[in-house]
């Protein structure tokens, strides 16, 4: 209540912010009389006069009024549709780095039109982030033709186009796409041979739709690419048959041996850990099923993966459930989003857990995958010169925008008053009388003929309402992940008179719920129907929608709160678009996995003490509280691991980019010749340095040794024996400059064997091989020491400090071993037997090639 007073006293810096953008609003409707007078040839001719200011000096900023109103006016003759003035001061804020929150339907897409148009008049390319390829194909459709009225392109940028489509997608003006293919894209253009493979440009401006599900919810995923390794099909399906011998533990208690459980449940941080008494339980029977031997220990650094094998077995079977974190389809094992209810195509879980379900279920068992390359979205859109968002649901999570991107969350009024009436909470003892409360309450809704929204949190929850619904013989729609490919047609239907909807996590975000059904796209582009037909369309539609406005709107019902306040606002937030009428409420029941997590004991006992009545509604301010509390405490501590994960990623992150740069420099470098040579020079200096400076050899004998290595690494056959008591050469530089000498005079031979030219393609196609292999290499390890960095809390260091001191010291031997090989592997081809197995040209010079005559 003070924070509310004291806010109405004083400007926040967010409504400081708001009234100066309103001065420029202002400053925009001035200019619309002028520019309703432009023909279209002069309106169209603007964006080449913003271009020519551009190129003069003139900044973004400078030109966005004029730019904003040129937009504005487009859109008028082109769709029949004006700018609201709260979608131009979204656009304002858009264009200030910032993230702008605005309500389900006050109309983002257009808004978006603002911001992109005045950054694709830099020539550098817009990319518009949506959540998936439908919502990609649907903004692009629908805002191209305003964009190309004023002169401008639009691509589309979705998984499954080839290269060439890419490639142009990525040079128009402004590209819509999904958050997954344009970080793919950066993956793959990393790894390319070729410069002319790359599809993308420089990052400069990113838009990103759904700002909080891309930048939050889906934060602790990272985009990897991998190939397959080792098959350990048969260790997963054995594991997965004896991990039912293991018994939960009642206690917490790891040490309590003489307890009878063998493993305990983090369930607020999904995990599992076994006690001493479950570690004594997998040594005997690993060794009972002679998987490891007597004499062996389970902490041997050979058995170190079974243990692994073992947590994620119990955490398979434990911890995740089928069709409600996955589903199984084909035979094949499916994630579901758990913000979404979506399928997410092509994701596997790593460390081996996959493959553990896919042993649970029975299925077929896909081998565990190598990272070949991987980016968190965090780090991804970071590298962006300039990014800005917006979505419905973001002032909860301001302050991690705030820390994490250097994003303000600013608040966009709604176009209308908001009117929709947000009920109490509705909390039940069990589930079963939570869920016959919910039927209730779409019964009477039914029976005047209201539309209503369901929202679930798993897919199990949706098919309980749904078979309750079917045994009454009330029609409805179910949308979540086993029906994802018609969610967007379901949710913008959801709005007509008497429909119901049940979805999953709200899934079919990104789609508006119009009240009367979705508006035919012909009301949008009237200048395709004649004026007749428009009318007829338009008051068909404004009947059906004064229909649902005297039932009381749409009803949105939530079966339990979820962990996070923003995914309860989103929900809600399907009702009451653009001030029209609808309501919303929770229900709740004490067995809601929430509730049990963080709901204390002692208001459970508290409650039990007044011997409720079954089917009883519970409704105290004290327990609203407890739950708003609880879910406040699981944000804090999600973004707490986030910030970790970041934490942990900036290292990685810095030193892909370390070799990103490397990679490309070698890439758009034609000739690297001077590189290799000083590589050779300093690997050379380092071998010979180690030998003579070694103190465990005795005396001038240091050169024999040296003899052998430098034999048997880098083919040169020499004999420095007649040095061995000419010291003026032994305790100076000499013998260093002698072999370097010798070295690189074996190797002009080569390259006058097979030419300058082809010697240089030689030269790039080791350097980048090579480079990509030990990058691979590196990857794993750091995965591994990532896993097992925790364990020195135990000797009170700080993991995180240590992490990053001991991936220094990785990835300081990594490039050190690079220079190395790089150097063995040209100083040993015989290009003798190379130039014998092809003579041709570039095929020559190829991996295979020179891989297979070292």
């Not at 518009?128 to 190309?148: C, G, Q, W």
């Not at 989003?337 to 068992?365: C, F, P």
């Not at 925008?401 to 969350?409: M, P």
């Not at 006058?752 to 196609?765: A, H, P, Q, V, W």
């Amino acid at each position: 209540m003070l924070i509310k007073m004291l806010s109405q006293i004083f400007n926040t810096d967010s409504n400081r912010k708001l009234k100066y953008m309103q001065k420029i609003v202002d400053k925009i409707n001035e200019m619309e009389s002028n520019f309703q007078k432009m023909s279209d040839v002069v309106l169209k001719k603007q964006t080449e006069k913003f271009k020519i200011l551009l190129n003069k000096g003139y900044r973004l900023d400078d030109l966005l009024p004029q730019a904003f109103a040129t937009v504005r006016e487009a859109s008028k003759r082109v769709f029949g549709m004006r700018h609201f003035d709260v979608q131009i001061l979204g656009g304002i804020v858009l264009n200030k780095r910032c993230i702008a929150e605005m309500r389900t339907g006050e109309g983002k897409t257009l808004t978006a039109t603002l911001p992109s148009y005045l950054h694709a008049l830099k020539g550098k390319g817009v990319h518009i982030v949506t959540m998936n390829d439908y919502l990609a194909e649907r903004d692009a459709k629908k805002n191209k033709p305003l964009f190309n009225f004023l002169g401008l392109t639009v691509g589309i940028n979705i998984s499954g186009m080839s290269i060439v489509l890419k490639r142009k997608s990525y040079l128009s003006d402004i590209t819509y796409g999904t958050n997954n293919e344009y970080g793919f894209d950066y993956l793959r253009d990393n790894m390319v041979f070729n410069s002319s493979d790359k599809v993308q440009r420089s990052l400069y401006y990113a838009l990103i739709d759904e700002v909080d599900s891309i930048l939050i919810d889906e934060a602790r995923t990272p985009l990897i690419i991998s190939g397959p390794s080792e098959d350990n099909s048969i260790v997963y399906m054995k594991i997965n048959s004896i991990i039912s011998q293991f018994i939960l533990q009642d206690t917490t208690d790891i040490n309590n041996i003489s307890g009878n459980g063998d493993y305990y449940i983090d369930r607020k941080q999904k995990q599992v850990f076994f006690t001493e008494k479950g570690l004594i339980k997998i040594e005997n029977l690993l060794v009972h099923y002679k998987i490891i031997n007597d004499s062996n220990s389970l902490y041997s650094v050979n058995n170190i993966a079974l243990m692994n094998h073992f947590i994620v077995a119990l955490r398979a079977n434990i911890l995740f459930h089928k069709d409600v974190d996955y589903i199984v389809k084909d035979r094949k094992v499916l994630l579901i989003d758990e913000h979404t209810g979506r399928i997410m195509y092509g994701r596997r879980l790593s460390d081996g857990l996959h493959q553990a379900i896919e042993a649970k279920e029975g299925v077929d068992i896909n081998n565990e995958n190598q990272t070949l390359a991987s980016i968190t979205f965090q780090n991804y859109f970071r590298l962006y010169k300039k990014i800005s968002g917006m979505t419905g649901t973001a002032i909860t999570e301001s302050f991690e925008f705030r820390s994490i991107y250097n994003l303000d969350t600013i608040v966009i009024p709604t176009n209308c008053p908001m009117v929709r009436k947000d009920l109490s909470d509705v909390v039940f003892m069990t589930e079963q009388e939570k869920i016959n409360s919910v039927v209730n309450d779409i019964k009477k809704c039914v029976l005047k003929k209201q539309p209503i929204l369901v929202g679930t949190a798993s897919i199990e929850k949706s098919e309980v309402i749904s078979k309750k619904l079917t045994q009454l013989n009330i029609k409805h729609n179910v949308l979540n992940a086993k029906f994802h490919e018609k969610e967007a047609k379901i949710i913008s239907e959801a709005g007509k008179l008497g429909a119901v909807t049940i979805a999953t996590n709200m899934a079919g975000r990104g789609t508006d719920i119009v009240l009367g059904g979705s508006i035919d796209d012909k009301v949008y582009n009237n200048f395709n129907v004649d004026s007749n037909q428009f009318h007829v369309l338009k008051k068909r539609w404004i009947k059906k929608h004064k229909t649902v406005l005297s039932v009381g709107g749409l009803h949105v019902i939530g079966t339990e709160r979820h962990e996070s306040r923003r995914i309860d606002n989103q929900l809600r937030g399907r009702s009451g678009r653009q001030g029209d009428l609808g309501s919303s409420r929770f229900y709740l029941s004490m067995e809601d996995s929430l509730m049990k997590m963080f709901l204390s004991d002692r208001i459970l006992s508290m409650i039990k003490k007044f011997n409720i009545k079954p089917g009883t509604e519970i409704t105290h301010p004290f327990i609203t509280k407890s739950i708003a509390h609880a879910q406040k405490k699981i944000e804090n501590y999600n973004f707490d691991i986030r910030r970790q994960l970041l934490e942990y990623d900036d290292v990685i992150n810095e030193q892909r980019r370390v070799i990103f740069i490397e990679r490309n420099t070698i890439i758009n470098t034609i000739d690297i010749s001077s590189t290799i040579k000083y590589i050779l020079k300093d690997i050379l200096n380092v071998i010979i340095d180690s030998y003579k400076f070694n103190k465990n050899f005795k005396k001038n004998c240091y050169l024999l040794d040296l003899e052998k290595h430098i034999n048997r690494d880098f083919n040169v056959k020499l004999v420095y024996s007649r040095y061995l008591f000419n010291k003026d050469v032994l305790y100076s530089n000499k013998i260093n400059d002698l072999i370097i000498k010798q070295i690189r005079l074996n190797y002009s031979k080569k390259e006058n064997l097979i030419g300058f030219d082809n010697m240089r393609k030689l030269e790039r196609s080791v350097m980048l091989h090579t480079l990509d292999l030990f990058w691979q290499e590196h990857l794993l390890m750091m995965d591994n020491l990532r896993q097992g960095i925790h364990l020195r809390s135990y000797a009170r260091k700080d993991p995180r400090q240590e992490y990053k001191k001991e991936a220094f010291n990785l990835f300081s031997s990594m490039l050190a071993y690079l220079k190395y090989e790089v150097s063995v592997i040209l100083s040993s081809l015989n290009i003798n037997k190379l130039s014998k197995e092809n003579t041709t040209g570039d095929s020559l010079y190829n991996f295979k090639n020179w891989q297979q005559v070292i």
